[in-house]
């Protein structure tokens, strides 16, 4: 039981990537070989404990994206390991779904479609119930006909978030899911997510450049340094839904996390 406790859902340990930039000109054989890299990820390392909504912020272009791609499994580390429940991540899993911020349907499917996308078996009876209740949930009852360019922004993110929910995963990568949607639709969504994350039992990685966006999900925020990414703060969040930003702890630590990246505006 304690063992049970201390296990954590996802470990990074020491986890380091770099790319190879470009080739240094070719004088001597022997620089053959030579190439530039471009260091990335430092050293990356924590946990995340199961049913956690934690939301990572940083600098555009720190390696935040690198760092979800190494995590779920479509990419390879330079050094350092990713664990998910104590197994080494060799590649991506069905059980780990990944929204990413450009948009992800399929074109030329309607929204019932591409969320039965994500169902193994979606022709019963008692499938395409499911994918009404799943439209049900993310508002979008009466536009499972749609294509989704007949979709607004926040409709086609709606039913990306559907496709994901449908395949009851474990962990859900968000990689700035919202960042193209206006103010008020975001607002929407973030309640949304919190409701997602009450609702089931699943672990949220979430990408955010939106300070409050992570104020307001996240049970914990990591806030990532410049290229090469290291953690520059972890911080715990022990506030319930819905939270108020303009007062209190919140307040203070919206200010701090501005604070620390630089941005020195009164709030
Ligand atoms: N496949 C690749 N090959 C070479 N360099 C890459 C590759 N992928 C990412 N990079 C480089 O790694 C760095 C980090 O990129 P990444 O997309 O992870 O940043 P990010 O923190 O997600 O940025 P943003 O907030 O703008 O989305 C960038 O300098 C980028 O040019
Ligand atoms: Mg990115």
Redesign the pocket.
Known sequence: MEQEETLKKVEVNRLKKSYIERRTKKRFLSQCSAYEYCKVLDGLTFSISSGDFVCFIGP?GCG??TMFRIISGFERPSSGSVQIDGKEVTGPSNKHVCVF?EDGLFPWLTARQNIAMGMEEASSKEALEEIEEYLELVGLSGFGDHYPHELSGGMRRRAEVARALITNPDILFM??PFGALDFVTRLQMREEMVNVHQMFDMTILF?THDIDEALQLGDRIIMLSQRPAKVAWDIKIDEPHPRDLSTGDLRRLRKEIYYRMGLHVAL
């Open positions: 555009s935040k994206s911020q990689d700035e990408i």
